[in-house]
């Protein structure tokens, strides 16, 4: 069955610190991947995409992500990391051919930023 | 350019009580749409989803229903809401190669 897992629920890291927030995806078919962040109480904001090629993508507000095939991951980095990127991340799996265009979701991970 | 319109913004209903919750795009046609329901720490349910006027495919069965009246309306309706039903509901569209974009939510609380 297709699935998304982000294993960590809830990540607090220092302002300036480097982020990396984890992944993995099982999926049968060849999978395109979606980073959203969610501020508290707003809509799903669209952070980057990947459809195929370059396997780094970069995204809005300094995020890139990369895609390792061999690793079933679709992990989020950013350098630096400022206080308002503390917010709840949402990785995101579709499949080319699949139903409707339909995305999976992972259940979130909550970044607390410290000063 | 694009914009996606959920209302209200906040509801509070009482258990057994009707609903009825739009979404509206503007700047495209024939989109794609989707209802999903947010529950703490379980990530986004995928409710609904229509690919066109009167399309509605279910996702999960459950106490909800969905319309799509016209080509850029979304409902999401229910004849009897139950606790169970409180959340956060978004709306997302889909305009091309399988992107969906979502609206600001609506936060159901049922009492």
């Known amino acids: 069955a297709q699935s998304v897992t982000q294993p960590d629920i809830h990540i607090t890291v220092s302002e300036g610190a480097s982020l990396e927030l984890r992944c993995n995806y099982s999926?049968?078919?060849?999978?395109?991947l979606f980073w959203y962040v969610q501020s508290p109480g707003q809509g799903l904001q669209l952070l980057l995409k990947?459809?195929?090629?370059?396997?780094l993508v970069q995204g809005i507000k300094g995020f890139e992500a990369e895609f390792k095939r061999s690793q079933s991951s679709f992990n989020l980095r950013k350098p630096s990391v400022h206080w308002s990127d503390a917010a709840e991340y949402f990785c995101?799996?579709?499949?080319?051919?699949?139903?409707?265009?339909?995305?999976?979701f992972g259940k979130g991970t909550k970044l607390s930023v410290k000063p | 350019s694009q914009t996606i319109h959920q209302w209200p913004a906040t509801l509070v209903q009482p258990v057994g009580s009707p609903l009825s919750l739009e979404c509206t795009v503007e700047?495209?046609?024939?989109?794609?749409l989707y209802w999903y329901r947010q529950a703490a720490g379980r990530g986004l349910q995928l409710l609904f989803y229509?690919?066109?006027?009167?399309?509605i495919s279910s996702e999960v069965p459950q106490n909800l229903s969905a319309s799509r009246p016209q080509d850029r309306q979304f409902i999401l309706s229910s004849k009897k809401l139950l606790l169970s039903d409180s959340g956060f509901y978004l709306c997302?569209?889909?305009?091309?190669?399988?992107?969906?974009?979502f609206g600001p939510g609506t936060r159901l609380t049922v009492l």
């Open positions: 999926y049968g078919a060849t999978p395109y």
């Open positions: 700047g495209t046609s024939n989109p794609n």
């Open positions: 995101a799996v579709g499949a080319y051919g699949g139903s409707q265009g339909n995305l999976i």
């Open positions: 997302a569209w889909m305009p091309s190669r399988y992107e969906q974009f």
């Open positions: 990947y459809f195929s090629g370059d396997t």
């Open positions: 229509s690919v066109g006027i009167g399309q």
